[in-house]
């Protein structure tokens, strides 16, 4: 489903798609030299607009590329037609060259204010964060094509006044096979950048999105989440392991824990990630501890709000005799606790928010049923 989501767009997000237009101007340009060239042009561009639309109409479904190429064909039948003085000076390969460094200028021109239209147009799509990394990916290639166009074009244009006359076959290369070379070495350039991307992408961690009553609604990155200014519900499951009527508990150092990092916590503690059961998640917190399954029994289910980050939090608890399983584990710190001796420390801000806000439960509760069952 996730590879699906990110390779449904895919092909959306190619810069190099604007570069269609010129391809089918150098190739008319080249093979057709009739009085209706510019009929031609304008009318392929019409025609892909047209089914566009009609597409849409029918079907309200819209291809962006399909729209752009249409659009940018009718623009450049629009501009040599206007300029058809200057094709005495410059094919028309170079004066399309030249509108396409236009287009390109005006689309880096306004960066923001395009990032900002599309993010809004997404913005309640669970995706923001990969719509943020291909926008940049967007606009990296962009950058990169106007700066090669800028090049190519400055060359051409000094070639064509100084040298033209002497090396027609090297122009004659210049103009038509070196230009489709190059536009095909932008597509394939910017694919297997986007195929980096998306394999990136796919290994990035996904939450799930929940509601109030742990429906899930969508997923989100990781790092979209924590550092993105939007706050979304995520699961989020503790396991507080008891041994002899104490709290085991350990410094905390994950960047993504639920109250920051470098706080005293339970042990195990931990996002759920997207496809993950809790049980599945419990599972996976602690075998990356200490790489075994403890018996856990779950407690309660309650929310919590720390800055940036709201959960549902599964709380679970383990009953250990001894506390040999965190012998050459990757636990290094942890030791046995009493509620009072947390209570002690409490105002000096090592523990994590969420086990302060359990320790009245823990107290009165979990810990005395723990002895009275012994």
């Known amino acids: 489903m996730l590879r699906y989501d990110i390779d449904k767009h895919k092909y959306f997000f190619i810069q190099s798609w604007g570069l269609i237009p010129l391809l089918i101007v150098i190739f008319i340009d080249h093979y057709y030299q009739g009085e209706y060239v510019y009929s031609i042009i304008g009318g392929i561009g019409g025609i892909s607009f047209l089914l566009n639309t009609v597409r849409f109409c029918l079907r309200k479904k819209f291809s962006p590329m399909l729209g752009l190429v249409g659009l940018v064909l009718m623009e450049y039948a629009f501009f040599l037609s206007v300029f058809d003085f ?168 994950d960047f993504y824990a639920i109250c920051g990092e470098n706080k005293i916590d339970h042990p195990f503690t931990g996002d759920v990630f997207y496809g993950e059961s809790l049980e599945d998640c419990a599972k996976r917190l602690m075998h990356e501890k200490i790489g075994k399954k403890l018996d856990i029994r779950f407690l309660l289910r309650t929310p919590f709000v720390w800055k940036n980050r709201k959960r549902i939090v599964f709380l679970f608890v383990a009953h250990l005799d001894t506390d040999d399983v965190f012998i050459n584990s990757e636990i290094k710190d942890g030791r046995l606790w009493t509620a009072d001796e947390i209570r002690e420390y409490i105002s000096t801000d090592k523990f994590c928010d969420c086990l302060v806000d359990e320790l009245d439960f823990l107290e009165k509760i979990v810990i005395p049923a723990y002895n009275l069952k012994k």
């Open 86 to 253: 200057a094709l005495n000076v410059f094919p028309r390969v170079i004066i399309c060259g030249v509108l396409l460094f236009l287009n390109l200028l005006f689309v880096s021109s306004f960066k923001e204010q395009i990032k900002t239209f599309v993010y809004n147009w997404y913005s309640g799509y669970p995706l923001r964060g990969w719509i943020n990394t291909i926008i940049y990916e967007f606009y990296y290639i962009s950058v990169f094509i106007l700066y090669v166009i800028s090049i190519y074009l400055a060359f051409i244009i000094i070639f064509n006044t100084y040298f033209s006359a002497y090396y027609e076959k090297i122009y004659d290369f210049a103009v038509f096979e070196f230009q489709v070379i190059l536009i095909i070495f932008f597509f394939a350039y910017e694919y297997i950048r986007m195929i980096m991307v998306r394999k990136m992408l796919l290994k990035e961690i996904w939450l799930p999105i929940i509601d109030e009553e742990g429906n899930i609604l969508g997923r989100v990155e990781r790092n979209e989440s924590f550092f993105g200014t939007v706050k979304y519900l995520h699961p989020h499951v503790r396991i507080a392991v008891l041994i002899k009527g104490k709290l085991f508990l350990a410094t905390n150092d």
